[in-house]
T-cell receptor, first 112, second 115 residues
Framework: SQQGEEDPQALSIQEGENATMNCSYK?????LQWYRQNSGRGLVHLIL?????REKHSGRLRVTLDTSKKSSSLLITASRAADTASYFC????????????FGTGTRLLVSP | EPEVTQTPSHQVTQMGQEVILRCVPI?????FYWYRQILGQKVEFLVS????????KSEIFDDQFSVERPDGSNFTLKIRSTKLEDSAMYFC?????????????FGPGTRLTVT
């Protein structure tokens, strides 16, 4: 089974619209993190939500976590062309070593 | 918190050659990680390194791979005899240090091309 799968695989929206990406995982976790990756570049940490948290905000980002459904969502409000990137969820399985298991990613395209 | 830096940004090597990828973190961090991303695929964990020892490694991290922190600052990933399938982006990451913070901060990556 695959830990960390995002949907949709690709999302295309207009500037100003909201973008919602979902992530599902299979094992118990300590936390779940979201990252952004511009094409061919490094991973930028966006937000971390712990397993005992249900919702977290950071600027235009809102992350939810439902541990009963083993799922998370990332909402980007009032999107901008600069938000165009791939977005990955990464889970820290409850193994004590804090390695991250990444999902397959959602490619977001925000058109001006 | 600042990211780590990685050198080189791009490495081209011939199959069978040894490569060393370098990560330069802030010296007081204890937890480091190497990940790789084959083009178009997901980011995969390779190895975690805590207090100068390997704490966990994946099945990808076979005998061809090794990590060390030779001088207490630089953190290296060595591939002894590269294969075509080793072509990927390799990312170094460090764990955040403030208040039980488990974010991982990634470097810009080294693009390894094996020909």
């Amino acid at each position: 089974s695959q830990q960390g799968e995002e949907d949709p695989q690709a999302l295309s929206i207009q500037e100003g619209e909201n973008a919602t990406m979902n992530c599902s995982y299979k094992t118990s976790i300590n936390n779940l993190q979201w990252y952004r990756q511009n094409s061919g570049r490094g991973l930028v940490h966006l937000i971390l939500i712990r397993s005992n948290e249900r919702e977290k905000h950071s600027g235009r980002l809102r992350v939810t976590l439902d541990t009963s459904k083993k799922s998370s969502s990332l909402l980007i409000t009032a999107s901008r062309a600069a938000d165009t990137a791939s977005y990955f969820c990464a889970t820290d399985p409850n193994t004590g070593f804090q390695k991250l298991v990444f999902g397959t990613g959602t490619r977001l395209l925000v058109s001006p | 918190e600042p990211e780590v830096t990685q050198t080189p940004s791009h490495q081209v090597t011939q199959m069978g050659q040894e490569v060393i990828l370098r990560c330069v973190p802030i010296s007081n961090h204890l937890y480091f990680y190497w990940y790789r991303q084959i083009l178009g695929q997901k980011v995969e964990f390779l190895v975690s390194f805590y207090n100068n020892e390997i704490s966990e490694k994946s099945e990808i991290f076979d005998d061809q791979f090794s990590v060390e922190r030779p001088d207490g600052s630089n953190f290296t990933l060595k591939i002894r005899s590269t294969k075509l399938e080793d072509s990927a982006m390799y990312f170094c990451a460090r764990q955040g240090t403030s208040g039980g913070n488990y974010e991982q901060y990634f470097g810009p990556g080294t693009r390894l091309t094996v020909t």
